[in-house]
C-alpha cells in the first residue's frame, strides 16, 4: 500500500484539522493506532509540523469529508510517484537528532522491563550500538545518573507493533530455553520411581524370604519333639 510523504506530519496536520478518527488516520499514514493517540496527547512527535496532503495533492478536502461522515471508510492517497516504496527500509534507522539523546534512555527502559532481550533487537529497535547498550546494561554510561528510562513508543524511536513483535520472540526463546529443564526433570522423577519400585520388590523378597526361614526352624523343631 502506497502511503503519503511525511507521514508524521501529515497525520499531525490531519489530527489538528479534522475530525477523523485515530484509526482512519493511523490506517492512511501507515502508523500505529497508539502514535496517533500519543501525537494528540502531545507526547509523540511534539516537535514535527504538520503538513497538508491537500495543498501536497496527495488528499481531497471531498475525501476527507467523506471519510468524517463515515467513520469505517479509509482515505484514499492519491498516487504520487514519489511515495512508491516508502514502506522500504533500506541500512541502519535513521534517528532524527532532536531524539538522539533519547536512546540511552529507551535502552534503560528495555533493559530494565526486558532483561534478555538481545542487543541486535535494541539496535533495531532504537538504532543505537552494541558499547552503547553495554555501557547503559552494566550502569557505566557517563550520564547515567541522569538517564530515565522511558518507553521507546512514547520517545518516537519505534512502533508498538515492533516492540511487541520483539517481545514475542523473547516469549519463545524463554519457553524453548525451559524445555531441556523439564524434560531432565520428568527423566528425574521417572528414574526415582524406578528406583523406589526396586526398593519395594527387594523388600517383599527379604519378607518372603524370613517367612520361610521361619517356617523350615518350625518345622525342624517339631520333628525334634517328635523324636524325643
Same mark, same amino acid.
Given at each position: 500500500?502506497?502511503? &503519503?510523504?511525511?507521514?508524521? =506530519? ?8 479534522? +475530525?477523523? $478518527? ?9 502508523? @500505529?493506532? %497508539? ?10 512527535? +511534539?516537535? #514535527?509540523?504538520?503538513?497538508? *496532503?491537500? $495543498?501536497?495533492?496527495?488528499?481531497? %478536502? ?8 463515515? &467513520? ?19 541500512? *541502519? ?10 536512546? *540511552? ?12 532481550? =538481545? ?5 533495531? %529497535?532504537?538504532?543505537?550500538? /552494541? *558499547?552503547?547498550?553495554?555501557? !547503559?546494561?552494566?550502569?557505566? @554510561? ?5 538517564? !530515565? &528510562?522511558?518507553? &521507546? ?5 519505534? /512502533? ?5 513483535? =520483539? ?9 524453548? +530455553?525451559?524445555?531441556? #529443564? ?8 521417572? +528414574? =526415582? ?36
Amino acid at each position: 500500500m502506497a502511503l &503519503p510523504l511525511m507521514r508524521k =506530519a501529515t497525520a499531525v496536520w490531519l489530527v489538528e484539522n479534522t +475530525s477523523l $478518527t485515530f484509526m482512519q488516520i493511523a490506517n492512511f499514514c501507515g502508523l @500505529h493506532e %497508539l502514535e496517533v493517540s500519543g501525537i494528540a496527547d502531545g507526547e509523540v512527535a +511534539s516537535g #514535527i509540523r504538520g503538513m497538508d *496532503p491537500i $495543498t501536497s495533492n496527495q488528499l481531497t %478536502l471531498e475525501e476527507i469529508k467523506r471519510c468524517e461522515l463515515d &467513520p469505517n471508510s479509509k482515505l484514499e492517497l492519491i498516487i504520487n510517484p514519489a511515495t512508491i516504496g516508502e514502506t522500504k527500509r533500506r541500512g *541502519p534507522r535513521y534517528t532524527p537528532l532532536s531524539k538522539r539523546q533519547d536512546k *540511552p534512555a529507551a535502552i534503560a527502559w528495555l533493559v530494565k522491563f526486558y532483561p534478555e532481550i =538481545a542487543d541486535s533487537q535494541i539496535i533495531k %529497535l532504537v538504532g543505537t550500538t /552494541k *558499547p552503547t547498550i553495554k555501557a !547503559v546494561r552494566e550502569r557505566s @554510561h557517563w550520564n547515567i545518573t541522569n538517564i !530515565v &528510562p522511558t518507553d &521507546p513508543v512514547l520517545l518516537g524511536l519505534c /512502533k508498538q507493533v515492533e516492540l511487541d513483535s =520483539a517481545v514475542v520472540k523473547i516469549d519463545k526463546k524463554n519457553i524453548t +530455553s525451559n524445555m531441556p #529443564i523439564n524434560i531432565t526433570q520428568k527423566e528425574d522423577f521417572s +528414574s =526415582a520411581s524406578e528406583n523406589r519400585k526396586s526398593l519395594n520388590d527387594l523388600e517383599k523378597k527379604s519378607l518372603d524370604l524370613d517367612k520361610d526361614d521361619l517356617l523350615k526352624n518350625a518345622e525342624s523343631i517339631f520333628q525334634k519333639n517328635g523324636n524325643n
